[in-house]
């Protein structure tokens, strides 16, 4: 029976999309076993279990795998129905919080990835992207933040939430190596109340590596894009 049970998370500390579905599993109080994947030498496991990718993180319930983040953090919430629950259940809502979740995971993680491995123009062109679509993301939660301010707790954090923190938590690191400010509080008040409100509750500070750590891989991601250009 505690075979059965059993849960297992294949991931890297420092990946997005593994901080997704480690927050998730840790807000719903769920018991796991986790299991830190070298990506330059990847076990067997990984390449059995995700053989199209090749890529963590990857949720094994049951001896079953669950692949891709927000498949996995889906069928975390459908699985274990306590709260919080991650997506509303109104069909409606649950549509609304999908499409901002989809604009998250693909245009703006894409975007902050260029900026971070990118130079000169091509930097520049990034960062204007990046800005432009923080903006649209400003106005959109509006809807979600009517008073402005985010009001969350570990009891009514939700999809969007683990999205915006996986994605913006590390912004001190991003700051340090890039020598800018992607998260602006003058440019995006609502943004950045958002993640300073979360990087302020318990789960999410258990679960966030040290600063210099941080900086070092995003500084190794950066000198590595950079290197591989030139080459």
């Not at 991931?11 to 901080?19: I, Y």
């Not at 609502?190 to 679960?207: D, I, Q, Y």
């Amino acid at each position: 029976m505690e075979e059965e049970n059993q849960i297992k998370l294949h991931g890297m500390w420092g990946s997005t999309f593994t901080k997704r579905v480690e927050l998730a599993l840790k807000l719903k109080g769920i018991p796991y076993e986790y299991i830190e994947e070298d990506l330059s030498n990847k076990s067997q496991l990984v390449l059995k279990y995700n053989p199209v990718h090749k890529k963590v993180p990857v949720l094994v319930h049951n001896g079953k795998p669950i692949i891709e983040s927000l498949i996995i953090l889906e069928y975390i919430d459908e699985t274990w129905k306590n709260a919080p629950r991650l997506l509303p259940d109104d069909p409606y809502e649950r549509a609304k919080v999908l499409f901002w979740a989809s604009f998250l995971h693909q245009q703006l993680f894409e975007d902050m990835g260029r900026v971070i491995t990118s130079d000169g123009e091509a930097q520049e062109k990034a960062t204007k992207d990046l800005f432009e679509k923080l903006t649209i993301l400003e106005e959109g939660m509006k809807e979600f933040f009517p008073g402005g301010t985010p009001s969350i707790n570990g009891e009514n954090m939700g999809l969007l939430d683990i999205l915006m923190y996986a994605l913006f938590g590390p912004y001190k690191a991003h700051e340090e190596v890039l020598e800018m400010k992607t998260i602006d509080p003058e440019r995006n008040p609502l943004l950045f109340s958002w993640v300073m409100a979360l990087t302020e509750l318990p789960v999410v500070k258990e679960s966030t590596p040290p600063h210099e750590k941080l900086v070092a891989l995003v500084q190794f991601i950066r000198e590595n894009a950079l290197q591989s250009c030139v080459a």
